[in-house]
Nanobody
Framework: VQLQASGGGLVQAGDSLRLSCAAS????????MGWFRQAPGKEREFVAG????????FYAASARGRFTISRDNAKNTVYLQMNSLKPEDTAVYYC????????????????????WGQGTQVTVSS
């Protein structure tokens, strides 16, 4: 599975961004999907995940209430809508995939995923 993330950019605090991750070369509908991020000098961290069907989602505490993950299996694409952005959301955001039917709440570590996109930079100025 090849993943291509896009949609990052430079925004001000309080603004919104929508990230997209287009998948190819595999069976997207059999893959749970996740978004991770890595800020400078920090480890990569889980942001949000969505089950294969899209019926279940799970969020890191930092994202809950502000970010929404969704997917369109007809378009082989997963999205991350980010609202009320804060400077601490500044990071490179990565999408990830794994062919799994496990509960999405159990897929919150980067070791759980075996396909990764190249990352898209999100910078939030204060």
């Amino acid at each position: 599975v090849q993943l291509q993330a896009s949609g990052g950019g430079l925004v001000q605090a309080g603004d919104s961004l929508r990230l997209s991750c287009a998948a190819s070369g595999g069976t997207f509908s059999r893959s749970a999907m996740g978004w991770f991020r890595q800020a400078p000098g920090k480890e990569r961290e889980f942001v949000a995940g969505i089950s294969r069907s899209g019926s279940s989602t799970f969020y890191a505490a930092s994202a809950r209430g502000r970010f929404t993950i969704s997917r369109d299996n007809a378009k082989n694409t997963v999205y991350l809508q980010m609202n009320s952005l804060k400077p601490e959301d500044t990071a490179v955001y990565y999408c990830a995939a794994v062919e799994s039917s496990r509960t999405i709440a159990l897929l919150t570590t980067d070791r759980a995923y075996n396909y990764w996109g190249q990352g898209t930079q999100v910078t939030v100025s204060s």
